[in-house]
């Protein structure tokens, strides 16, 4: 190394501490009783000070209302620039014995020299009706959810992750079925379901590179107020559904849209902002999905938008330590999937995603959910203690639980949306 690099180094450190001492992210409070003071908007009243008192006046003035502050301030806006989609390959087999087919679904935005390929995975029970489907983005590629090898290997950019079989960012061979504990193939299809999958670096690559890549860069770069990451993929998950809604063995109009982690907090945004998902499901998505940002307790605003500042509109970063200052929580973005069912599932070592706070916004969400007639998180009173580990409360529309153990999705996890969905999406 030679001395200008050496003091060009010392520059950029210098700089980097500046800029870290700047926007100083608060050590994270795992302690209830730090937890700031705060009040929680009610969903139940407009901006203008009014009560919402009718299913109407809640589908016509406030949802619209909610839904545009997420939007602005948050997730951000879908940008006005078109992003047309062709089906440009479908490729189908008989897959486990015959009892299931697999289909591959190319998904192309083309526009002027640039192109980009999103690749739907579908498994289809064999079945004379049109069946219910369960969609979801993956992590590190289809041909990670299941060793079937008609799987195609995906080609590109991944995370780069030792045991996953990932060398050089790109997967090899060695990765197929490497996330299968989190996809329950089999076990889907038998209850009568198809599942559906796509990664999510097909839609946008998960790092921030300025707006360059990924469906991103078929747009200019966004305004303040517009799409980060989660959007994005939430666009993609609606894109998914565009499809859905063409294939004659799956009935669109009962899809249940589910996410673990940051993916949870994308199946959230998506099932808020496109009313045709039946269902919506999140599992252990903490900061920035089913977590109440106003409890500053594990993952904060401010550290989710400094580790990760590609993954909301830039409007968000003004909540950063600043939580009072937001005029919604995400308890309303619960009620904004109302009336159709909801689940959130916690887990108990994943402090990090404030399990408590997760069933918080469920709890809130309930008055919003019986003003459309349904029973919320079920018969009677709704409780605000939590339910004990493992014991779901899934009797009503909105279901909750939290499963022992770490951050993960897990089979037991899928059994209760399977029987929430039995119960729910049929
Ligand atoms: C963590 C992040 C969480 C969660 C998680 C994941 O690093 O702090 O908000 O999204 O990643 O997606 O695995």
């Known amino acids: 190394m030679t001395r200008l690099h050496l003091s060009l180094l010392a520059s950029v450190a210098l700089c980097f501490s500046a800029s870290v001492a700047h926007s100083q992210v608060p050590e994270a409070n795992y302690d209830e009783a730090k937890i700031p003071a705060f009040t929680l908007p009610d969903p139940l009243v407009n901006s203008d000070g009014t009560r919402v008192t009718t299913a109407e006046e809640w589908k016509t003035k406030r949802r619209p209302e909610l839904l545009r502050l997420f939007a602005e301030q948050m997730y951000g806006k879908l940008p006005k620039c078109e992003l047309p989609v062709e089906v440009t390959r479908v490729e189908e087999g008989k897959v486990f014995d015959g009892k299931a087919i697999r289909r591959e679904v190319d998904l192309t935005v083309k526009k002027g020299d640039k192109s980009l390929t999103m690749t739907l995975l579908l498994y289809i029970p064999e079945c004379d009706e049109p069946v219910p489907a369960f969609v979801g983005l993956n992590f590190a590629g289809n041909h990670t959810i299941s060793d079937d090898p008609g799987i195609s290997l995906n080609p590109n950019w991944m995370r780069p992750t030792k045991e996953k079989g990932v060398e050089k960012n790109r997967a090899t061979e060695a990765a197929r079925g490497t996330s299968s504990s989190r996809w329950p193939v089999e076990m889907v ?238």
């Open 189 to 426: 299809l038998d209850r009568g379901y198809a599942l559906g999958t796509m990664y999510y670096g097909d839609i946008d690559p998960d790092f921030d590179d300025g707006f360059k890549n990924g469906i991103h860069a078929f747009c200019d770069k966004p305004a303040a107020d517009e799409w980060g990451s989660i959007a994005a993929w939430a666009w993609g998950l609606s894109r998914i559904l565009d499809y859905l809604e063409t294939d004659k063995q799956i009935d669109a109009t009962r899809v249940a849209v589910l996410g673990h982690s940051r993916l949870g907090k994308t199946s959230l945004w998506a099932g808020a902002a496109d009313e045709r998902f039946g269902l919506v499901i999140s599992n252990d998505s903490g900061c920035g999905g089913a977590a109440l940002n106003k409890r500053v307790i594990g993952e904060s605003v401010h550290r989710i938008n400094t580790v990760f500042p590609h993954w909301f509109c830039d409007n968000f970063v003004a909540y950063n330590s600043n939580e009072g200052a937001l005029t919604f929580d995400q308890h309303e973005l619960i009620a904004l999937i109302a009336p159709r069912p909801v689940y959130v599932a916690s887990a108990s070592e994943d402090t990090w995603a404030d399990p408590k706070g997760e069933y918080l916004s469920c709890y809130y969400a309930d008055p919003v959910y019986r003003l459309l007639g349904t029973a919320g998180l079920g018969e009677g009173k709704p409780s605000p203690e939590p339910p004990a580990v493992d014991q779901p409360r899934s009797s009503g529309v909105i279901g909750y639980h939290n499963r022992t153990g770490k951050h993960d999705i897990t089979k037991y996890d899928w059994e209760q949306y399977l029987h929430f969905a039995d119960r729910n999406l049929k």
